[in-house]
């Protein structure tokens, strides 16, 4: 079998790895100063007041409906389209996720869908920018201020992307239209600290209220510290989700490097689009970095595998012995096991989502892909798509 190419993977290099070294070498190796200064480099990037950098995105996502004051008896809307994490988090504070379909065109929740499923115990709303491509943030603003809903974006697969606010580009995590934003570093994001994730907000309370669920809810504010340097006091149920010194470290170093990322995936991106948009079973997803400013963490076709005579498992299996990876970007979330026990959700809740789930596959895009590994995928796919 040819060498496999993944549908997604992290660079790194000797840079990266010297600067995790360094901090290693130092007698901060857990809660030192680099995850200060990787903090601040992502809220500087995203134009951010606040960065709080936590173990993981998910870890992110718990913290943030936290914050958001999600409980028992509260619901959250958000898309089946995304990785489970994103509604877990809901439930990890006993509420409700409430799934709204998708738009075709591009995956991300169906914002003219959002009024239907408000009702008083809807508290938040949970956008994801999927595969990169930014949600319609002004309206979701709208929806959410006009019912004081909190909006938690979760950008876990967005950091690098923008959209347009008052005639200029913003980037996605500058909470313009949010609350909060999360971000993952898991390593097939757009850049990775090995596990890792982080909130931006632009609110001092969110902030104070994220750094001291990070760490089991421990305060140690002026008023503590009048009464003794060894005090502290606990004001609620936090978490041990800290990340490391030397994480931050490897999260500084690839931050210094998003832009050559960003530019690599849509340039990748733009090869994909000329050679599979006249392809008969092929569609692709909205995603146009330049048009859109999509961060092209994915690259997704939509395929009519009854119009190739043959099925999803087979076509990737046929990829696999190119030694082209695949994968697909996602089961919906509601019609897992454990939604459907526990919530009542089902297979038909969400039409569009279904349907995009039946065609969807996610082929390699990543920095360190090289011209012929583009080049090997676009024949792979040409090939089995009956266009050659
Ligand atoms: C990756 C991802 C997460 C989870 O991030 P981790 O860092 O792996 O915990 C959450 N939501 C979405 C949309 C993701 O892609």
Redesign the pocket.
Known sequence: MPRLIPYGKQSLDREDIRSVEKVLKTDWITQGPTIEKFEQAIAKYCDARYAVAVS??????HLACLAAGLKSGDKAITTPI??L??ANAVCYCQAEPVFVDVDEATANIDVSKINAKLDPSVKAILP?H?AGLPCDMKKIHRIASARKLTVIE?A??ALGAKYQFEGRWVRVGSCRHSDMT?L???P??TITSG???VITTNSEVYYEKLRSLRTHGIVKDKKAKEIGPWYYEMRELGFNYRITDFQSALGCSQLSKITGFLNKRQQIAKQYMKAFQGMDAVTLLEGDAEKYGSAN?LFVLKIDFKKLKTTRKEFMVRLLKDGIGSQVHYIPVHTQPFYRKQFGTNWGDCPIAESYYERCLSIPLYPAMTNSDVKRVIKGIQHLGGNS
């Open positions: 993981s995105g998910t870890a992110a996502l995304t990785f994490a994103t994801v999927f979760d876990a697969q999360v993952s570093f898991h097939v994001k596990e890792g994730g963490h």
